[in-house]
């Protein structure tokens, strides 16, 4: 089992930008795959960044340009840097690892969740 910990959400007005943050009980950057997921009210929750054991990044097109996935494998963490927010970025944000690959970011794929933490972005 991993315990997935998300941190650094809140509020902030349209244009802001704000750092999350997500602790991994354990240290898996060589064999697991990493993800950002958020999920608006309802709508169903969706990844928005990802990021492979190698390295490699994907993003949704929504957030292209304006959001960035790291990992510090030091201090087993996955971070999300999301600057020129705008409203609909607004959601409650997760942490999701799986083994392997990212076959396709999708919440299906996922075999550990953190608790989320909230975004609130007002215009």
């Known amino acids: 089992q991993m315990q997935l910990v998300e941190s650094g959400g809140g509020s902030v007005q349209a244009g802001g930008s704000l750092t999350l943050s997500c602790a991994a009980s354990?240290?898996?950057?060589?064999?697991?795959?990493w993800a950002w997921f958020r999920q608006a009210p309802g709508k169903e929750r969706e990844g928005v960044a990802a990021?492979?054991?190698?390295?490699?990044?994907t993003y949704a097109d929504s957030v292209k340009g304006r959001f960035t996935i790291s990992q510090d494998n030091a201090k087993n963490t996955l971070y999300l840097q999301m600057n020129s927010l705008k409203p609909e970025d607004t959601g409650m944000y997760y942490c999701?690892?799986?083994?392997?690959?990212?076959?396709?970011?999708?919440?299906?794929?996922?075999?550990?969740w953190g608790q989320g933490t909230q975004v609130t972005v007002s215009s």
């Open positions: 999701a690892a799986r083994p392997g690959r990212w076959t396709l970011v999708r919440a299906e794929s996922v075999a550990y």
């Open positions: 354990r240290s898996n950057h060589r064999t697991y795959s």
């Open positions: 990021i492979e054991s190698d390295g490699t990044t």
